[in-house]
C-alpha cells in the first residue's frame, strides 16, 4: 500500500486507529512508535497527516497562512445523506468562529473580542466560580463516595462556561445532550445508524443557539461575552458577523465547557493515580497552578488538533503536498522527549510543565486558557482542603471516542466521611 505521495505505508501507519481503545485511553503511548521512529506519517484510515513531534507541530501552529485552521470544526468522519439531509432540515450553517477562521478576518476579530479575557475582567469570575465548587462538595461531602464527573466536573464548568457567554443558566440536561453530540458530530465516527440521532441533536442545539441568541439581542446590555460581541457588532460589521455571532453560540459552549471539564477529571485522576504528589498539593496548596501546568502537559483535554497545509511543504523531512489535512497530535508533543526531560514523568515541580501545547499555540492559541487555569485552579484547592483523604475507587475508564476531546466520562472517588477535616474543625 502507498500513501498520497507515492510513499509506502508502514505496519503502523496502516493500523493507526484514533476510534480505538488504545488512543483513547492514552494516546501519547498509542503513538510513542511514531514519535520515535515515524514522527511523520500518512493514516490511510482517516486521510490525514499525522504529526507527533513538538518542534513540528509548534512550528505548524506558528504558520497559520500555511496551515490553515479551516478544517478544525469539519466532520472529521464523512456522513451519511441522511444524516446530512436531517441537519440540512435544521438550517444547519455552523460556520467560521475563530478557531477556523483564517487570515485576515481571524485577528481583527480576536482583537475585538478579548477583553473579557484579560486577568482583570475573569477577576470578576473568580468568586462565583468558588461558590459553586463548593455548594456542589457539600452535596456529596458526607457520602463517601462520588462520581465527581456526573456529579460536579461537567456542571459546574457549564454553568462558569453559560456566566461567561452570558446565557440564562436553563435547561442544563438538554445542552449536555447536545455538546456531546456535537463532540461526536466533529471529531467522532458515529456509526451510520447513530448518525441521525446525532444529526437531529446537533440541528436542535444550532436551533436553540439561535434562540438564546435572538434573546441576547432583544437585552444587549446585560453581561456576557457574547453580548459583548453582540455591542461589537454594531461598531465593526464586517468583523463580528452574523454568522460569526449564531456560530460561536453553539461552539463557544462547548469550546468553555467540555475542555474545562474534560482536564479536571483527567487532572483530577492523574493527581490521584500519584498519591505521594496529591498528598503535597495537600501539604502545600502553592503548588497547584504548576500542578494544574503539568497535568494539562500530561493528560490534558485537547489530544489532537487540526491544520491544512494550503501549499507543498515539509514537515520533518517528510514532502506533503497542498490540500493535505494535518492531525496534530498535541497530547504527543507534550511527551516528546526532546523538549520535555523524563517526559512520561508526571512532575509537578517541571519547570517547564506550562511549555504544552494543550491550548494549541502562536495566533489561535486558546482565548480562554486563564478562564480555564482559574477554574482548574479552584476545583483542585477546593478538593485538596476539603477531600484530601480521597482516593480512586476501582474503576474501568470509558471515554468518548473521536480524535480531540478527552477526559473520563466517569470519575468515582471515595473516602472515609468520618474523617472529613469539616467533622473535626468546623
Ligand atoms: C482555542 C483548548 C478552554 C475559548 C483553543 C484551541 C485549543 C483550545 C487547542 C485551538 C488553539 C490553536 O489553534 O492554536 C482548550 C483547552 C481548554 C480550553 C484544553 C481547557 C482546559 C477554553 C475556555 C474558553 C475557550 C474556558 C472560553 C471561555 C477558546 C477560543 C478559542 C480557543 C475562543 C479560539 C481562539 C482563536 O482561534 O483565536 N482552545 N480550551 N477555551 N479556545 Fe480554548
Known amino acids: 500500500q502507498t500513501g498520497p505521495t507515492g510513499c509506502p505505508i508502514s505496519h503502523g501507519a496502516a493500523g493507526f486507529d484514533p476510534f480505538a481503545d488504545g488512543y483513547q485511553q492514552d494516546p501519547p503511548e498509542y503513538v510513542r512508535w511514531a514519535r520515535e521512529q515515524e514522527p511523520v506519517f500518512y493514516s490511510p484510515q482517516l486521510g490525514y497527516w499525522v504529526v507527533t513531534r513538538f518542534d513540528d507541530i509548534k512550528a505548524i501552529f506558528r504558520d497559520n497562512l500555511t496551515f490553515s485552521p479551516s478544517i478544525a470544526l469539519e466532520k472529521i468522519t464523512p456522513t451519511s445523506d441522511e444524516a446530512n439531509a436531517v441537519l440540512a432540515g435544521y438550517g444547519f450553517a455552523l460556520n467560521r468562529t475563530l478557531v477556523n477562521e483564517d487570515e485576515p478576518a481571524h485577528m481583527p476579530r480576536r482583537r475585538a473580542l478579548m477583553e473579557p479575557f484579560t486577568p482583570e475582567a475573569l477577576k470578576h469570575h473568580?468568586?462565583?466560580?468558588r461558590q459553586l465548587a463548593r455548594e456542589y462538595v457539600d452535596r456529596f461531602i458526607n457520602d463517601g463516595r462520588?462520581?465527581?464527573?456526573?456529579?460536579?466536573?461537567?456542571?459546574?464548568?457549564l454553568t462558569v462556561a453559560m456566566h461567561f457567554l452570558g446565557v440564562p443558566a436553563d435547561d442544563m440536561d438538554t445542552l449536555r445532550e447536545y455538546s456531546i453530540a456535537h463532540t461526536v458530530n466533529t471529531w467522532g465516527r458515529p456509526k451510520a445508524e447513530e448518525q441521525v440521532a446525532v444529526a437531529h441533536a446537533v440541528g436542535n442545539f444550532w436551533q436553540h443557539a439561535g434562540r438564546i441568541l435572538d434573546k441576547m439581542r432583544a437585552a444587549p446590555d446585560t453581561e456576557g461575552w457574547m453580548q459583548y460581541g453582540i455591542r461589537k457588532q454594531k461598531e465593526l460589521p464586517e468583523v463580528v458577523t452574523d454568522s460569526y455571532l449564531h456560530s460561536m453560540m453553539m461552539a463557544g459552549l462547548v469550546a468553555a465547557h467540555e475542555t474545562t471539564a474534560n482536564a479536571t477529571a483527567n487532572a483530577v485522576k492523574l493527581l490521584l493515580q500519584h498519591p505521594k504528589?496529591?498528598?503535597?498539593?495537600?501539604?502545600?496548596?502553592?503548588?497547584?497552578p504548576n500542578a494544574v501546568e503539568e497535568c494539562l502537559r500530561h493528560n490534558g483535554s485537547v489530544a489532537a488538533w487540526r491544520r491544512l497545509a494550503t501549499q507543498d511543504v515539509v514537515i520533518g523531512g517528510q514532502a506533503i503536498p497542498a490540500g493535505s489535512k494535518l492531525l496534530i497530535v498535541t497530547s504527543s508533543a507534550n511527551h516528546d522527549e526532546q523538549h520535555f526531560v523524563d517526559a512520561d514523568l508526571f512532575d509537578i515541580h517541571r519547570d517547564n510543565a506550562s511549555d504544552h501545547l494543550t491550548f494549541g499555540y502562536g495566533s489561535h492559541q486558546c482565548m480562554g486558557k486563564n478562564l480555564a487555569r482559574m477554574e482548574m485552579q479552584i476545583f483542585l484547592e477546593e478538593f485538596t482542603r476539603r477531600l484530601p483523604h480521597m482516593q480512586l475507587a476501582e474503576q474501568n475508564f470509558?471515554?468518548?471516542?473521536?480524535?480531540?476531546?478527552?477526559?473520563?466520562?466517569?470519575?468515582?472517588?471515595?473516602?472515609?466521611?468520618?474523617?472529613n477535616p469539616e467533622c473535626s474543625n468546623p
Open 126 to 129: 473568580e468568586p462565583m466560580v
Open 277 to 288: 504528589v496529591w498528598q503535597e498539593i495537600c501539604t502545600d496548596p502553592s503548588l497547584i
Open 398 to 419: 470509558s471515554y468518548v471516542p473521536n480524535t480531540s476531546f478527552r477526559g473520563p466520562e466517569h470519575l468515582w472517588v471515595q473516602w472515609d466521611a468520618s474523617r
Open 146 to 157: 462520588a462520581d465527581l464527573v456526573d456529579q460536579m466536573l461537567w456542571e459546574v464548568p
